[in-house]
């Protein structure tokens, strides 16, 4: 199994943005000391909750700090980019990386963002799946002739193209099942977010697998999964400081617009304590290590991807979190 480390937003603007960069340098030093494999940044826009640097200049700076970590945009929000500066963008950073970078895509749901960018309600997959296809072309090396619905690109071989000749692993994001479907269609990966339950993941694994089977494409690839995890001396304890990463997080992401199939829900009492645990692995590092080992088996997860970071939650808690998982979990798992 490898081992990522999300790059988390947990700020706003009353806290000096070099702090979140200084932070985030000592994470990325901390685990690649550790052993761990990749870094992930995500993408957002005009958020006022939490600041979001954007994923690919931020990744090209960290991987100063961590050179023999992979880079993964987790994830670039497809439906919005235009497809020849994100082509170009990526295969700057997979050469910065020295061949390392990973594109993770999706397509957003944040009603704000898509207005910014001038993306028509209905229209957000068309635009994903048309910018994906000519993204793989202008990595291909062959002169490209594209007329698409919502970009043209004519008599174009581009220069700038990622180091590896096939182009970068494709890991596509999404928690419903059309999303799954579409990132067995056209992904190298599905890259499974934390928002299902641990059943819901299950079933949404199977139903990629299924759908890679019906296309004729390969079933052994990388499956990439964000959990979220806390590590504590008992599940009880565990669940007291998930309960205020739960609200602190989720909240933000509700009140961006982010609903429907297999998400959380909004919830108080029981219902979150019941939620919390159908998302979160908790407990002692062998407990963690042996629900991480559990996914690895049933649902073929490959990677694991850890967010140590939340809202509220101070920087040496999180660095204490990363050198036990680092630590303990990484190595039971290693020798397993």
């Known amino acids: 199994m490898k081992f990522g480390i999300q790059l988390t937003c947990i700020y706003d603007a009353n806290t000096d943005a070099r702090q979140q960069r200084r932070e985030h340098e000592e994470i990325a030093r901390a685990c690649e000391q550790l052993g761990f494999d990749h870094m992930s940044a995500g993408q957002h826009y005009l958020g006022a909750e939490l600041r979001y640097f954007q994923p690919v200049p931020w990744l090209a700076y960290m991987s100063a700090h961590a050179p023999s970590l992979q880079t993964n945009t987790g994830i670039i929000l497809l439906s919005m980019a ?10 700057t950073l997979d050469v910065i990386t020295d061949g ?10 944040s009603a704000h963002e898509f207005a910014a960018f001038g993306v028509e309600p209905g229209t957000r997959v068309a635009r994903f799946e048309e910018a994906l296809a000519l993204v793989r072309l202008l990595w291909s090396g062959q002169t490209v002739n594209f007329r698409g619905r919502f970009f043209t690109v004519e008599n174009a071989r581009p220069a700038v193209r990622p180091l590896r000749a096939a182009g970068l692993p494709v890991w596509i994001g999404g928690q419903a099942a059309a999303a799954v479907r579409r990132a067995a269609r ?19 694994r199977q139903l990629f697998l299924k759908t890679r089977e019906e296309h004729g494409l390969p ?40 609903s429907g199939e297999n998400t959380p829900v909004e ?25 991480l080992d559990r996914l690895a088996q049933e649902c073929g997860m490959t990677h694991f991807v ?28 290693s020798s397993s």
């Open 306 to 333: 850890f967010k140590p970071q939340w809202p509220g939650l101070p920087h040496a808690e999180a660095m204490r979190q990363i050198e036990e998982f680092g630590t303990q979990v990484m190595p039971m798992l």
């Open 186 to 204: 056209l992904g190298d990966a599905w890259y499974a977010p934390p928002f299902p339950t641990h059943a819901e993941l299950a079933e949404l």
């Open 219 to 258: 079933v052994d690839g990388d499956f990439p999964v964000r959990r979220e995890l806390l590590i504590a001396p008992s599940k009880e304890a565990a669940l007291g400081g998930a309960l205020d990463r739960y609200r602190a997080r989720y909240d933000t992401y509700r009140k961006w617009g982010l």
């Open 267 to 291: 919830a108080d009492g029981q219902q979150v304590r019941t939620d919390i645990e159908a998302h979160f692995i908790l407990g002692p590092a062998q407990q963690c290590a042996e629900e």
């Open 100 to 109: 390392k970078a990973i594109f993770g895509v999706g397509l957003g749901y």
């Open 82 to 91: 235009n497809p020849v500066d994100i082509a170009e963008q990526m295969a």
